[in-house]
């Protein structure tokens, strides 16, 4: 039941990861700032299950969980940002034009980034892709608990 388990989680994470590389380079949505940092636990929890397939116990299903509860967080935060319930980093969201010269404000727009991570390029069920990677990602980590419990 582990070795199923851990399967489900990883494999969840490297569907996702399949995922957005589609939208990225079939369906041509480059990513903002926050959809990579979105990534980078996904490919952690990869590796996790590669080692966990390996090593038995129940460290590395939840550091599994860790992963999958990481990059829910983040996508939480940029379901945020993207609703406007919150400022996301500068470097990928409107900044403010206030008291700016127009050689500054001028700066700044040559300096923005191409792509801005308050801005939803795709939705379902009025759900941006950062928010339907938070619902899975969650759900992932209770696959990783499960496996992390079924160790023991």
């Given at each position: 039941m582990?070795?199923?388990?851990?399967?489900?989680?990883?494999?969840?994470?490297?569907?996702?990861?399949?995922?957005?590389l589609?939208?990225?380079y079939?369906?041509?949505?480059?990513?903002?700032?926050?959809?990579?940092?979105?990534?980078y636990?996904?490919?952690?929890?990869?590796?996790?299950?590669?080692?966990?397939?390996?090593?038995?116990?129940?460290?590395l299903?939840?550091?599994?969980?860790?992963?999958?509860?990481?990059?829910?967080?983040?996508?939480?935060?940029?379901?945020?940002?993207?609703?406007?319930?919150?400022?996301?980093?500068?470097?990928?969201?409107?900044?403010?034009?206030?008291?700016?010269?127009?050689?500054?404000?001028?700066?700044?727009?040559?300096?923005?980034p191409?792509?801005?991570?308050?801005?939803?390029?795709?939705?379902?069920?009025?759900?941006?892709?950062?928010?339907?990677?938070a619902?899975?990602?969650?759900?992932?980590?209770?696959?990783?608990?499960?496996?992390?419990?079924s160790?023991?």
């Amino acid at each position: 039941m582990r070795r199923l388990l851990i399967l489900a989680a990883a494999g969840g994470s490297a569907a996702l990861l399949l995922g957005a590389l589609g939208f990225q380079y079939i369906g041509e949505m480059p990513p903002c700032k926050l959809c990579y940092w979105q990534r980078y636990p996904h490919v952690a929890a990869v590796g996790i299950g590669a080692l966990a397939l390996l090593i038995p116990g129940a460290i590395l299903p939840y550091l599994g969980a860790l992963a999958a509860l990481t990059t829910a967080g983040i996508g939480l935060y940029h379901s945020g940002v993207e609703r406007m319930w919150w400022e996301g980093p500068t470097t990928c969201t409107s900044g403010p034009i206030g008291n700016l010269t127009p050689e500054q404000l001028m700066e700044q727009i040559m300096g923005a980034p191409l792509v801005r991570c308050d801005e939803v390029p795709w939705e379902m069920f009025t759900l941006s892709m950062a928010s339907w990677n938070a619902i899975a990602s969650l759900i992932l980590v209770g696959f990783w608990i499960a496996a992390a419990k079924s160790s023991r």
